[in-house]
């Protein structure tokens, strides 16, 4: 399974951004998607996640201006971000791993296998 990110960039306090998580190499279907993001000096987090039926999940920090989707033609998950403020920061990564997995471990251990490379959000104030 490749993911390539993108949609990252510069942007002020208070706009938007829609990050963008293209898959190819398996079926869409069979993958959950997960966006974390990596601010300098801390682990990466999850932030938002879309199994692959598309419920979604997220992370406390996310809810009210993080909204996650996916399109199951074009094989690709969005991450909307609102409102953005200077603390969102991050280089942003999307990861997957398979449904199977999910079923199998559950959604808290279930490993993301693969994973994009990375696009860095960030926003001035």
């Known amino acids: 399974v490749q993911l390539q990110a993108s949609g990252g960039g510069l942007v002020q306090a208070g706009g938007s951004l829609r990050l963008s998580c293209a898959a190819s190499?398996?079926?869409?279907?069979?993958?959950?998607v997960g966006w974390f993001r990596q601010i300098p000096g801390k682990e990466r987090v999850l932030m938002a996640h879309?199994?692959?039926?598309?419920?979604?999940y997220y992370a406390a920090d996310a809810k009210g201006r993080f909204t996650i989707s996916r399109d199951n033609i074009k094989s690709t998950v969005y991450l909307q971000i609102n409102s953005l403020k200077p603390e969102d920061t991050a280089v942003y990564f999307c990861?997957?791993?398979?449904?199977?997995?999910?079923?199998?471990?559950?959604?808290?251990?279930?490993?993301?296998?693969?994973w994009g490379q990375g696009t860095l959000v960030t926003v001035s104030s």
């Open positions: 190499g398996s079926p869409f279907s069979s993958l959950s």
């Open positions: 990861a997957a791993r398979y449904r199977s997995s999910v079923v199998v471990h559950g959604f808290r251990d279930a490993p993301f296998e693969f």
């Open positions: 879309s199994n692959w039926n598309s419920d979604s």
